[in-house]
């Protein structure tokens, strides 16, 4: 069986959709039968009714003014290529290198010299050129000429997830306007699981040497070390985010009146993402001796949440995220040969499962509540979401002993996750022929 139809089947499971997963009790409480609305007796094309037997038709015309429906949200497309080439709605069309981000991922545009561009494309062979620009930017392998030049990079960041394509058209008005050595990109820093965002930048707490955050664990030699321990401390700033970006969720729930069940899922998700942290704090001190933890968070600025905006933040970022990284975790623990790696691993996987099935059971809960519009607003997010690049993940031949994943192996889980749990279980909820229920009355 493959890695993602088990985790498929756990997910159904686990957030009572019983897709694969029959048999699922659903215990969350709804409105009663007197607080449903009332709706007609539904006959199917053939005019039998739900049981199966005849109907006569009906010669009464129906009563009432004729009500022009709005046409159907678009169907929900499956192609990777396909996704990537679709609009976003009240952006621009997808030209000149434009690259669509998650919504709740940093980007913007940027322009800067050829040689600049030059100093922070891929190293891997020699870069691809147009218009004497590198088609590609990245911030990993060399993140000095950011550090050391932030006038010269404003708006880029030095982090390992950031990445930009070229903007062909951008680059020619700009040069058109005089500036002859120009390029221009789009960039975004691609995030997954549960980032805490401040408008287009993902917060996280710089590392700083304490020992109370870290689960100490025997220190191991290896020829990368500083390359995993960097990489294990960029996975331990995001877990202590995602404890406050929890916290977050849980008053934007309360604001539009969810469930005790789904607030405390997502507080004890919170605390699962402090034992994540304490355990990748840890890890990264296995290779070095320096011991480190989060310092100061930034605070994030309350939001005023809608159920659309709840529905949607809650499939970008637990439905697609935190179901990638499950699948991340359990691929990392498979490949691991340290045994202790193996088991953090594992855990952080079972926990990560969890944690999408909560988000598919708040995006179900917002269906059912919200209907066509929020539905509408799934599809489109779906269809919106970029291709993940992963070329500043360094490839070691000592890699895949600590659980770390290739460019390869990353992007192949992101696709995986994504085709293969993400769109079936969107596809279910939805309707296999685009349709959903009217919004419940509210309890």
Request: proline share 11%.
């Amino acid at each position: 069986m493959r890695d993602t139809t088990a985790l498929l089947q756990r997910l159904s499971l686990l957030a009572c959709m019983p897709l694969l997963a029959p048999g699922c009790d659903d215990s969350a409480p709804g409105p009663t039968a007197a607080q449903q609305p009332k709706v007609a007796e539904r006959t199917s094309p053939s005019g039998a009714d739900a049981a199966g037997e005849a109907k006569a038709p009906t010669s009464k015309p129906p009563v009432g003014p004729r009500v022009n429906k709005a046409p159907p949200p678009p169907p929900l497309p499956t192609d990777p290529d396909e996704l990537r080439m679709m609009p976003i709605e009240g952006d621009p069309p997808f030209i000149d290198g434009y690259n669509p981000e998650e919504e709740t991922c940093p980007s913007g545009n940027w322009c800067g010299a050829a040689q600049a561009a030059l100093a922070i494309a891929p190293k891997a062979g020699e870069p691809k050129m147009e218009l004497g620009c590198p088609t590609r930017i990245i911030g990993a392998h060399d993140p000095s000429p950011i550090k050391e030049s932030p006038a010269k990079y404003v708006g880029l960041s030095d982090k390992n997830a950031m990445q930009g394509s070229l903007n062909q058209h951008g680059t020619e008005l700009k040069r058109a306007a005089g500036d002859d050595d120009v390029c221009c990109y789009h960039y975004f820093d691609y995030c997954s699981g549960r980032p805490l965002v401040e408008g287009t930048q993902v917060l996280s707490a710089p590392a700083v040497g304490r020992t109370d955050w870290a689960d100490l664990a025997c220190p191991v030699a290896s020829p990368i070390a500083a390359a995993l321990a960097d990489a294990w401390l960029s996975d331990a700033a995001a877990e202590h985010a995602s404890v406050a970006a929890f916290g977050r969720v849980a008053l934007e729930l309360m604001a539009v009146g969810a469930p005790p069940a789904l607030l405390d899922d997502t507080l004890r998700a919170a605390r699962d993402e402090v034992r994540h942290a304490r355990a990748c704090y840890g890890m990264a001190s296995r290779f070095t001796p320096a011991i480190h933890g989060p310092g100061p968070l930034p605070a994030a600025t309350p939001r005023s949440p809608t159920l659309v905006q709840v529905a949607v933040d809650a499939f970008l970022e637990g439905c697609v995220g935190e179901t990638t990284a499950a699948l991340v975790a359990e691929r990392g623990a498979a490949v691991a040969t340290d045994h202790h790696t193996q088991d953090l691993l594992a855990g952080i996987a079972a926990d990560e499962a969890e944690h999408a099935a909560l988000a598919w059971r708040t995006v179900k809960w917002a269906l059912e509540r919200g209907g066509a519009e929020v539905a509408g607003a799934l599809r489109h997010a779906f269809a919106d979401l970029p291709t993940p690049s992963f070329e500043e993940t360094p490839d070691h031949p000592h890699w895949n002993a600590y659980g770390r994943l290739s460019q390869a192996e990353l992007s192949a889980a992101a696709a995986d996750a994504r085709r293969e749990i993400v769109a079936p279980m969107l596809r279910h909820l939805l309707g296999a022929d685009g349709r959903v229920p009217p919004p419940r009355a509210s309890a």
